[in-house]
C-alpha cells in the first residue's frame, strides 16, 4: 500500500481557498487517489476521488500531476463548516475493499 | 433514504464485561466495514463482512472480538471481557458493492471502559 504523507494540520480564515497536498511517492499504476472528510464526533464522508489530472465536484477539485506522486485537494471559499479533519487515500484498486486512514490533516476555519 | 445507523452511540462498560456494537447498513447495501478510532488517530480497519460471511478480518484482534452479519438483522461487533484499552469509536461502513472506494460511513458508537 501506498503510504501517504499529509500536514497534520491547517488554519484558514472564511471565504478563503485551502489546499491540502497529500504525498504518496510509493503510488502504484492502478491506485487510485480518495479523500475523505471527517466532522468531530461523525463518521468519515467521501468527498472526492480521482486517478490523474483534475477532477471536480459540487464539494472540491482535487488536482493530480503527471508523476502521480502528490495530489492536492482545493476548497474554494471555505467556512467555519468546513473545519474537519481531511484525509487522503491511496491504494483502492479493483480488489481492494478496506480504506486505510492516516492521521489526516485537522483544517481548522476561523471567521 | 435513511443512512447507515449505529446503535448505541454510547456504551459504558466495566473492565470485564461484554460490548455489543449493532450495524443497520444503508439500504440495498450488503457489504460492511468496521473500523475503530482512537483519540486523535485516524480510523483503523478491523473487518470487512458480507452477509453470512467474513470476507476479511486482517485488522480485527485475535482474541476477545467477533464480528457477524447475520442474513437477517444488523451487523454486530462483539467485544468480549473489555479492557481499558477498548475505549474507542467504532465506526460501522456500508457500500453497495464489494469493490467500492466510496464507503457511507455511521455516526459510531463510542464505547468507555471503566
Known amino acids: 500500500l501506498a503510504k501517504t504523507t499529509q500536514p497534520i494540520s491547517m488554519d484558514s480564515y472564511e471565504g478563503q481557498e485551502v489546499n491540502i497536498t497529500c504525498s504518496h511517492n510509493n503510488i502504484a499504476t492502478n491506485d487510485y487517489i480518495t479523500w475523505y472528510q471527517q466532522f468531530p464526533s461523525q463518521g468519515p464522508r467521501f468527498i472526492i476521488q480521482g486517478y490523474k489530472t483534475k477532477v471536480t465536484n459540487e464539494v472540491a477539485s482535487l488536482f493530480i500531476p503527471a508523476d502521480r506522486k502528490s495530489s492536492t485537494l482545493s476548497l474554494p471559499r471555505v467556512s467555519l463548516s468546513d473545519t474537519a479533519v481531511y484525509y487522503c487515500?491511496?491504494?483502492?484498486?479493483?480488489?481492494?475493499?478496506?480504506?486505510?486512514f492516516g492521521a489526516g490533516t485537522r483544517l481548522a476555519v476561523h471567521p | 433514504n435513511a443512512g447507515v445507523m449505529q446503535n448505541p452511540r454510547h456504551l459504558v462498560r466495566r473492565r470485564g464485561q461484554e460490548a455489543r456494537l449493532r450495524c443497520s447498513p444503508m439500504?440495498?447495501?450488503?457489504?460492511v466495514y468496521w473500523y475503530r478510532q482512537l483519540p486523535e488517530e485516524g480510523l483503523k480497519f478491523m473487518v470487512y463482512?458480507?452477509?453470512?460471511?467474513?470476507?476479511?478480518e486482517s485488522g480485527m484482534p485475535k482474541e476477545r472480538f467477533s464480528a457477524e452479519f447475520p442474513k437477517e438483522g444488523p451487523s454486530i461487533l462483539r467485544i468480549q471481557q473489555v479492557v481499558r484499552g477498548d475505549s474507542a469509536a467504532y465506526f460501522c461502513?456500508?457500500?453497495?458493492?464489494?469493490?467500492?472506494?466510496?464507503?457511507?460511513f455511521g455516526p459510531g458508537t463510542r464505547l468507555t471502559v471503566t
Open positions: 461502513a456500508s457500500s453497495p458493492a464489494r469493490v467500492n472506494y466510496e464507503q457511507y
Open positions: 439500504k440495498g447495501h450488503s457489504h
Open positions: 463482512l458480507q452477509k453470512e460471511n467474513i470476507i476479511d
Open positions: 487515500l491511496v491504494g483502492l484498486s479493483g480488489g481492494y475493499n478496506k480504506l486505510i
